[in-house]
Every structure is written in C-alpha cells, then in structure tokens.
C-alpha cells in the first residue's frame, strides 16, 4: 500500500480483511498511538502493550467495527484502553493497600503483643530501606491520610508520581512482610 490510500480507503479494504491495509494503518498511527498511551501511563512497556491490544481488537473486529474516521476512532480507542488500564492499576493498588492494611490490623488486635512489636518494627526496617521520597510519600498518604492531591502539591508531584510512590511502597511491604501473613 501506499502514502496516497485515504483512511476511508484503508478502511473498506480492513472491513475485507485485507492483511497489507491493516499494515498501513499499523505504520500510519502506531507511533501516535503509543505517545497518547505513554502520555496517559507514564510507562513505555505499559503503553506498548495497550497500543498492540489495541491493533489486535482492531483485527479482530474488523468486520464489526464502525469506523467513519479511522484517526479519531484509534486515539479514542487508545484513550479508552488507557484509561481502563489506569483504573485498574488503581483496583488492584487499593485492593494491596487493604490487604496489608488488613494484616497490620489483625496484627493490632491480637493478644500477642509482641508479634505486633516485631511487626511494627519489619515495617519501620523496611521503611527505611524505600527511597526517601516514596517512604515520605507512603507516610503522608497512609499515617497522616492525605489524599493524593494534597501531597502532591505539597511535594511538588504530579498525582502519578504520588500514585506511583504509594504503589512502590505498598509492594515492597507487601513483598517484605510477606512472613507475618496467615
């Protein structure tokens, strides 16, 4: 195919499973879709993968799919993906955070104060092994309760970077308390 095939044209030869049209599209709008993925996710590999899901549906819905306007259905779709991909980073880091949340509570309630002592110590010896900033950031949003925007403003962040920093936290106590789990 070449640079004069309209997207319309790419289109109707797509909905006909024509392999050499879905190459062009691919070549035509990988690279804008990648940077509105990245820009979204902040992460290279993240947005590689949604961009290929992306490509993937589009083949495999080819038939089915209405497009009027192939560049404008593609950044939406990718926005889309985006989005759902973020939310469900966030789903899965709440779901982290309560569990070990969850762990420390039980430790708290039961009689054997001093499982809960060297609890509460393993978090301070891990604490202290988190970047400065991400044990900071951890600090303010989990012991002081500030929600994201608050600490991002005061640590002059952007949210995903505080979302990031809670996330990395959250993993390694959850990865290095991983023995005082039932």
């Known amino acids: 195919m070449n640079a004069q095939v309209t997207d319309t044209e790419l289109t109707c030869f797509l909905k006909a499973s024509d392999k050499k049209a879905f190459e062009e599209i691919y ?6 879709l990648f940077c509105v993925a990245y820009h979204e996710t ?6 590689e993968e949604l961009v ?34 973020i ?15 969850h762990e420390l509570h ?12 060297d609890l509460s110590k393993a978090v301070e010896e891990v604490m202290k092994k988190l970047p400065e900033k ?6 303010l ?22 979302e990031y920093h809670i996330t990395k936290s959250l993993k390694v106590l959850q990865e290095q308390l991983r023995i005082y789990q039932n």
């Open 106 to 117: 039980q430790a708290e309630l039961t009689d054997e104060t001093v499982q809960f002592s």
């Open 134 to 139: 991400t044990c900071e950031v951890f600090k």
């Open 27 to 32: 070549n035509r709008y990988w690279y804008k």
């Open 87 to 101: 939310k469900s980073k966030i789903t899965q880091r709440r779901y982290q955070e309560y569990l070990i949340l």
């Open 141 to 162: 949003s989990r012991f002081e309760h500030q929600p994201v925007k608050s600490i991002a403003r005061q640590l002059n962040l952007s949210e995903k970077a505080v």
């Open 42 to 47: 902040g992460s290279r590999e993240d947005a």
């Open 52 to 85: 290929h899901d992306l490509f993937e549906s589009l083949w495999n819905k080819r038939q089915q799919a209405t497009i009027h306007h192939l560049s404008s259905y593609l950044v939406v779709s990718i926005k889309h993906l985006s989005t759902n991909y």
